[in-house]
């Protein structure tokens, strides 16, 4: 609880505190998402940036293919919310998502604070960091053995705080690391509260407007890992997304292809369970259009 | 209408932070338990599983290819069942049958329920 407390307080003291930079501060990812994961970039301050994200059923093997239209008629999860520039290095954000795992129905709030920008002549990297909780407002179930029978309220919580280090190589590549922890309040038998994770993305430029990028997210403990196996068999994967990105001027879209069937971080770091190898890939896209406030 | 925003933005922040230090729970649930009987019944997909799950999963809009899952067989089953997704839905979080399924189709009874579980925990064997 302390632990907490202190983080929220230097988080708060850091977003207003902190001073502007004098030089305008590169460009990394032209997104603030690259496909499952966060990018450094935040927003502008005064920007809203309304978004709708969509990952669609398994494309191939056993759940996929002719009988569902390669997972076309099928939703795994859809995501759909907005975000605002409080400061140029504060984001918060707030959307709305099916969820694919134990916990469905889920509000995810969140804020994001750049500590550090890239610039030509300044700092070789840029620091992000990322808070996000899940609530979820999925119908309690008395009957239940499983994690919906919410004993508590604070059963139906999930956070996740991430820290993302990237950097711009050239006009063409941007790489990012993201070491990831996840707390999930309540979990089955066996099954770990907090999953340790780090994540890599990078981004490639193809053309002008369309760039190559992908994502990856390895969970380092628990049940997740793929260093432990199950005692009952319940297998996890790692979630590995690849995409291509539009930048059409006013927004972004981008088309992709993951194992993820989450889209919020407590969602897909602790639940992928679906396995690239198996077929078990979906197309997912992302749509966000900006407005200036 | 600028104001507004940056205002509604620096409350929604507040709100947030406040909410992160609110409840930490490092809570499990406990084991599932099985029936009595599953140690002396010997349940296969063939003889007692299929027309469960014909009738309360395979239906007309539902897991017969129109949601993620066809369970027409136990080969369209499998995927599902060696991964634990039908176990943690059906047993353990028990929101399959999910409450917006066809009137009387919205959960297990409690005998086919606990076939189910049985099936489940003996390796849920086709014949």
Redesign the interface.
Known sequence: MIKNVTFSIIFLLAAFVLPAQDEPPLRIFKDTRVINTHSVEVLQKRKLDIRIGHRFGDLAGANGGWANFYGLENAADVMIGAEYGVTDRLTAGLYRSKGAGDLRALVNPFLKYRFIAQEEKGAPVSLTALTLGTISTMQRNTESTGVNSFPKFSHRMAYAVQVMLARRFNDRLSLQIIPSFTHRNLVAFEDTNDVFSMGMAGRVQLTKVIAFVADFTLPLNGLQSPFQEDPEGFEYFPALGVGLEWDTGGHVFQLNLTNAEGIMETDYIPNTTTNWLDGEFRIGFTISRMFNL | ??SF??TS??L??L??????????????????EEPEFCDTLEVSYQLNIRPIVETYCAYSGCHD??????YLSY??M???L????V??RT?????MPP?YANAGLE?LPPAEFEMMQCWLEQGFPEQ
Not at chain 2, 65 to 70: A, E, K, L, Q, R
Not at chain 2, 82 to 85: E, I, Y
């Open positions: 209408m600028k925003f940056y933005s620096l929604f922040l709100a947030c932070v406040a909410l992160i230090p609110v409840s930490c729970d490092n809570d499990q649930l406990p084991e599932v290819g129109s949601s993620p899952g066809v080969e369209g499998l995927p599902n060696n991964s634990g997704q176990r943690e047993v353990n979080t028990r929101d409450s959960e």
